[in-house]
């Protein structure tokens, strides 16, 4: 089974440009993470989407970041416009249902994408 | 809000030896989960060991162990037999057994192996 997919791998772009990136949870998941990965900060929580609905977007730095998931395959995240202090690394995790549970909250064990590096000049 | 810290920034060990990374967290809540994940070069994020706080066994997963103190909040894995492939940077994470939040993540700590 394919894994959690993000893309792109690597982007490079200027200030003040808009920078989405991109993600598919793994099938059968219903919650959708995206985290962003600093040498200051480390893993820090931006949003999670349960059931396409976000469910805690209080990470989220501001308002030049929104995030969306308009299906339960694919999910976006945005910022403009960017800034050099955005450089980092964003990863999307997905994380199925607890069996047994419903549909609702996950399991805790989150599967990770390969990351997406961006770097703001 | 639920912390999590990881007090040793860097770790080294020689091959094959024993190695003990510590964590500590911080929650109000009963039950919830716990995790190690593993970080190599590559930056992928893999699961290493899970830990459901309602559960007095500490996990186990081939050469990984965890031991957990439930009282004093400490999490610790155990890496036995180390090998060159075991170098990553390793976090600790903590999930509210209701699914509602995210992982919280400690700041990892960076194990070196020494051949």
């Known amino acids: 089974d394919a894994g959690v997919i993000q893309s792109p791998r690597h982007e490079v772009t200027e200030m003040g440009q808009e920078v989405t990136l991109r993600c598919k949870p793994i099938?059968?998941?219903?919650?959708l993470f995206w985290y962003r990965q600093t040498m200051m900060r480390g893993l820090e929580l931006l949003i999670y989407?349960?059931?396409?609905?976000?469910?805690?977007d209080s990470g989220m730095p501001e308002d030049r970041f929104s995030a969306k998931m308009p299906n339960a395959s694919f999910s976006t995240l945005k910022i403009q416009p960017s800034e050099p202090r955005d450089s980092a690394v964003y990863f999307c995790?997905?994380?199925?249902?607890?069996?047994?549970?419903?549909?609702?909250?996950?399991?805790?064990?989150?599967?990770f994408g390969e990351g997406s590096r961006l770097t703001v000049l | 809000a639920q912390t999590v810290t990881q007090s040793q920034p860097e770790m080294s060990v020689q091959e094959a030896e024993t190695v003990t990374l510590s964590c500590t967290y911080d929650?109000?809540?009963?039950?919830?989960?716990l995790f190690w994940y593993k970080q190599p070069p590559s930056r992928q994020m893999i699961l290493v060991i899970r830990?459901?706080?309602?559960?007095?066994q500490n996990a186990t997963e081939n050469r990984f162990s965890v031991n957990f103190q439930k009282a004093a909040k400490s999490f610790s894995l155990k890496i036995s037999d180390s090998q060159l492939g075991d170098a990553a940077m390793y976090f600790c994470?903590?999930?509210?057994?209701?699914?509602?939040?995210?992982?919280?993540f400690g700041k990892g700590t960076h194990l070196i192996i020494q051949p």
């Open positions: 995790a997905s994380s199925s249902p607890t069996p047994g549970q419903g549909t609702y909250g996950h399991t805790g064990e989150l599967f």
């Open positions: 099938s059968g998941h219903n919650s």
């Open positions: 989407f349960n059931n396409n609905v976000p469910i805690d």
């Open positions: 929650t109000s809540e009963s039950d919830y989960y």
């Open positions: 830990q459901e706080a309602y559960k007095q």
């Open positions: 994470a903590y999930s509210g057994r209701g699914g509602a939040d995210g992982l919280t």
